[in-house]
């Protein structure tokens, strides 16, 4: 288990829900990696994110699929790609990623309570 936090802390971490509105392969990554556009809602509008999800995912099967992000990270350079938030998911038995996404639509840009 991580080091406890106080609420205030963990009220810092924006995390919002998006829909994913384009994803392309992303052969430059060092691993394997697909390049996200997510649409995080008009207050905070569109992100691109990397994302090592290959395993489980298909770049043209995430288009329309909504994810859950942090938002308020700083950029980060991958590569030659710049990643402006982090898509979450959890490991699976493998160690391969699996995105976190709510089981029911909600609207774009929802902060998560």
């Known amino acids: 288990m991580s080091d406890t936090i106080g609420f205030d802390d963990f009220l810092k971490v924006d995390i919002r829900v998006g829909t994913v509105i384009r994803a392309e392969p992303f052969p430059?990554?060092?691993?394997?990696?697909?390049?996200?556009?997510?649409?995080?809602?008009?207050?905070?509008?569109?992100?691109?994110?990397?994302?090592?999800?290959?395993?489980?995912?298909?770049?043209?099967a995430l288009v329309g699929r909504q994810v859950l992000g942090v938002v308020n990270f700083p950029p980060r350079q991958i590569g030659p790609f710049m990643s402006e938030a982090l898509v979450l998911g959890l490991h699976d038995e493998n160690g391969r990623v699996v995105l976190i996404a709510p089981d029911h639509p909600v609207p774009n840009g929802e902060k998560m309570c």
């Open 28 to 60: 430059e990554a060092r691993k394997p990696a697909i390049k996200l556009w997510v649409d995080y809602g008009p207050d905070i509008g569109t992100r691109k994110s990397s994302a090592q999800i290959t395993a489980h995912y298909a770049p043209e």
